[in-house]
Every structure is written in C-alpha cells, then in structure tokens.
C-alpha cells in the first residue's frame, strides 16, 4: 500500500508540475512574445547615416542637448531622423517612453471623419512616424510597447494636465500650433527629456498666426539655448520628383 500510495502521490506531483508549467507558460505569453520580439528589437542595425550637412547638423543636435526645432519642407528626413533616433534610445533602454503628438488640424477630412477613439483618429497622422519606430523595434515589440503606455500616442485634446520625464517626445507638424497650443506642449515636459519639434512654416493650415513662428522669434530674439536646424529643399532626399514639385511649389508662389 505504502509503495502504491508512493507511486501515486509522484503521479499527481507530476500532474500538478505540468498544469503549474502551462499554466505559467499561459500567464507568461505576452512576456515571452515580447522577449521575442526585444530579440528582434535588438537585432544588428545600421547606425543612422547623415545623407547631407544639415542631417549631420540635426544629429550632433539631438545628441547634444534636450530640445531641437527641426525646420525645413517635406523630404528632408526631419521626421524619420527623429523616430529613429528615439527608437534606438528606446531598445537601448536610455529612455523609458516615446510620446508622439500633432496638432489636430488636418489638411484634407476633418479628424471627426475618422472612425474610433481619439486615439483611433489621431494613429493614421502619426503612420510615418510608427513606421520608422516599428523598422527599428520590430512591429510586436512596438504593438507591446504601445500596449503597455511605454509608446503613446497623444491628441493635444487630452494634453492638458500631462507630464513626462525620461521620455522621447516628438512634435511633429508643429507649424498648424496656436500659440496657446505650443505653450500647452512646451511647459508639460519634464526631466530627462529629449524634445524635437518639426514643422514647416510654409505649409501652415491654420486660419490664425502659426504658435511655432512665435516659438521661432523667441529663441532668435531671447538667444534661447535651442538649437535651429533649418533644411532648404536642397536638403531633400525623399526622392527627386519630391525635389521636383517642391522647387516648383516654391518658384509659383504655391
């Protein structure tokens, strides 16, 4: 009796091992997927490449100090510079969150129009940005980090009140800001933080004086420790069609 009561007691301490394992192997998949995925993250990439002067200038910029004010039209990298430069902070660990934000003044439909949260709304304008992160971390650990908050996603309808430290914080399109707006944005930012503030002052869509001219004057006119970096559509590497149409935009007075 003794040894059948032996063999039987192994038995369901065997049993119970397993279902503890799958369990923990359950509770633990969203870990393991985003081990996984930090794996992919972690990958051997190429270190971003300066395809001109003024790319060079933005990343001894970005690398020297907390805040940048990128400048320039379309085509020049001031967006994919800065979303890959906070990814690979973010994989390296060096920082704890990117936050990427807009003023939500569209060009074309109305933010109304599109279907969802805010935060469903605001996601198609902040595509180019999500795809240079998720080039770099790989689209699970982005949808992880996303998840979890490490990523956000912020409409400047729920800015108000918000604080970050030790964080990436990207304002792009920052041209279509109210001055009430850039102030909102520029006094919620906290400790240990890198700022970059994109925008092209030609293509404001605001009916009212652009918040980022304001924000310009002030640096030049206060000598403000904020690095200007300013691209001319000499400085575009999109594509040379993009080259193209911009220069011709330009010389129409368009």
Not at 33 to 39: D, I, L, R, T
Request: proline share 5%; net charge positive.
């Amino acid at each position: 009796m003794g040894k059948h009561f032996s063999n039987k007691h192994f038995n369901n301490k065997h049993f119970n091992k397993k279902r503890q394992r799958n369990a923990r192997e359950f509770e633990t998949a969203e870990i393991i997927e985003f081990q996984g995925s930090k794996f992919e993250a972690e990958r051997v990439l190429p270190q971003i490449k300066a395809l001109n002067p003024t790319q060079a200038a933005y990343l001894d910029a970005l690398r020297a100090g907390p805040q940048v004010i990128v400048l320039g039209p379309a085509g020049t990298g001031k967006t994919w510079i800065a979303a890959t430069y906070a990814a690979d902070l973010f994989r390296n660990r060096k920082i704890d969150k990117i936050i990427l934000t807009r003023p939500n003044v569209p060009c074309g439909r109305s933010l109304g129009y599109f279907p969802g949260t805010l935060e469903d709304k605001f996601a198609p304008w902040a595509a180019p940005v999500v795809e240079a992160i998720k080039e770099r971390i790989g689209k699970a650990a982005y949808e992880i980090a996303l998840k979890s908050g490490a990523i956000e996603l912020v409409p400047f309808e729920v800015m108000r009140g918000r604080s970050w430290k030790n964080a990436f914080v990207l304002f792009d399109e920052a041209q279509n800001s109210t001055l009430a707006e850039i102030k909102t944005f520029l006094t919620r930012i906290g400790e240990d933080c890198t700022v970059v503030i994109n925008g092209d002052v030609s293509q404001c869509d605001l009916t009212q004086a652009s918040g980022l001219r304001a924000v310009i004057h002030l640096i030049k006119s206060q000598m403000l420790p904020v690095p200007l970096i300013e691209f001319t559509r000499e400085d575009i590497v999109r594509s040379g069609l993009c080259a193209m149409w911009v220069r011709a935009f330009d010389e129409a007075n368009l």
